[in-house]
Every structure is written in structure tokens, then in C-alpha cells.
């Protein structure tokens, strides 16, 4: 069956430092792959999406990359801020189908001051 | 506003005790979902629906109902909701080909007693 893995325990950095998140996935063929961020009582909130056809995806401070030979992509947040702590999360989907995302459960971050 | 609304936002009722929570969008969108979350599982799709008056299960449906015969709403049924349903649930909306672009509701914290 799919399973998607990322790191279960919290990641704690220092403000100012580079975040990296890693999402791994097995028996799974992507079309496309998102990240999400959730903060505690809220909905996921999409932040970006790559496809399998591409590598590095960037948005500001934030950048994402994709390798399907892997199955594994690392999501970074350069320059973090305490405002960037929260939950994390990796969806793969498909293009037809369902279309249901497939999440991992998330991985939590906290950015000290 | 753009945005996906439910209610109600918590919810402590009994089992066996029906209930509905609703889901509406205001985005027009044609895709309509309900995942539930629980913790160290991720997000998982209850059913969806692909347009008014087609609906079909997802990952998780025992025990669910969904009917969908306005575009804008997509409730959730619990006919006869028990203990193991007590989750944390979202409803997402996103235009039918561009399923990758959903957009999630606050979420619905259900506790079953």
C-alpha cells in the first residue's frame, strides 16, 4: 500500500537558520507533490506544489525539491522565524482518478528566537 | 471571500446520536472532499464528489454518508457515529481539473463519548 513517511519528531532550530523537511514515499507514483502548513485547530494551507517532471520548485524563502528516483523530497525554509513554526505537511496526488491528496502525517517545526 | 466554511466547529455528542456537519464553498468549484486526521495518520479521504448528485467513497467510508445535491454544499453524515470517530474533520473544495489546487475548510473537532 502507499506510505508516505516524514519525520514524526519536532525539528527545533534556531531563528535565522535554514529549516529542512524531508517527505519519503513508497509504492506510489506521483503525478505532482505539495506542501502544506497547518497551525494548531486549522486546515492545511498549500504552499507549493511541484510535479514529477521537476526538480526545484522556489517561492520566496522557500524551496522544494523532487526525486522520483528517490521517491523523497526535502522541503527547506531559508532564514526562518519564529513565525514559521508549525506543522508541516507532505501530499502526493494524481491528475485524474479520484484525485484524492495522499498526506503524510506531518512533521512539526519550532524555530527558537 | 474565497473560502470553504463548516460547521459545526466542535462537537461532543454520543454514540449512536445522528449528526450532520456541513461543508460549503463559495468558489464555485465542481470537487468537493472529506478527510479526517488523526494523529500519526495524516489526512485521510472519507469520500468526495465529482459535481452535484456524483459522490463516491474514498479511503475511509464505513460508517459515513455524503450527499451532494447543491454545488456549493457537501455534507457529512453520521448516521450512527461511535467512539472510533472521533477525529478532526475537513472538508476541501477545488475546481474539477485543477485538483491540485484544494482549499481546505477550518475543520470540524468531533469527539464521540
Known amino acids: 500500500s502507499q506510505k508516505i513517511e516524514q519525520n514524526s519528531e519536532a525539528l527545533n532550530i534556531q531563528e535565522g537558520k535554514t529549516a529542512t523537511l524531508t517527505c519519503n514515499y513508497t509504492?506510489?507514483?506521483?503525478?505532482?507533490l505539495q506542501w502544506y502548513r497547518q497551525d494548531p485547530g486549522r486546515g492545511p494551507v498549500f504552499l507549493l506544489l511541484?510535479?514529477?517532471?521537476?526538480k526545484e520548485k522556489r517561492k520566496e524563502r522557500l524551496k522544494v525539491t523532487f526525486d522520483t528516483t528517490l521517491k523523497q523530497s526535502l522541503f527547506h525554509i531559508t532564514a526562518s522565524q519564529p513565525a514559521d513554526s508549525a506543522t508541516y505537511l507532505c501530499a502526493l496526488g494524481q491528475y485524474t482518478g479520484r484525485r484524492a491528496l495522499t498526506f503524510g502525517s506531518g512533521t512539526r517545526l519550532q524555530v527558537q528566537p | 471571500e474565497a473560502q470553504v466554511t463548516q460547521n459545526p466547529r466542535y462537537l461532543i455528542t454520543v454514540t449512536g446520536k445522528k449528526l450532520t456537519v456541513t461543508c460549503s464553498q463559495n468558489?464555485?468549484?465542481?470537487?468537493m472532499s472529506w478527510y479526517r486526521q488523526d494523529p500519526g495518520l495524516g489526512l485521510r479521504q472519507i469520500y468526495y464528489?465529482?459535481?452535484?448528485?456524483?459522490?463516491d467513497k474514498g479511503d475511509v467510508p464505513e460508517g459515513y454518508k455524503v450527499s451532494r445535491k447543491e454545488k456549493r454544499n457537501f455534507p457529512l453524515i453520521l448516521e450512527s457515529p461511535s467512539p472510533n470517530q472521533t477525529s478532526l474533520y475537513f472538508c476541501a473544495s477545488s475546481l474539477r481539473d485543477r485538483a491540485y489546487e484544494q482549499y481546505f475548510g477550518p475543520g470540524t473537532r468531533l469527539t464521540v463519548t
Open positions: 464528489s465529482m459535481n452535484v448528485e456524483v459522490t
Open positions: 468558489m464555485n468549484h465542481e470537487y
Open positions: 511541484i510535479r514529477e517532471n521537476e
Open positions: 509504492n506510489y507514483s506521483p503525478a505532482y
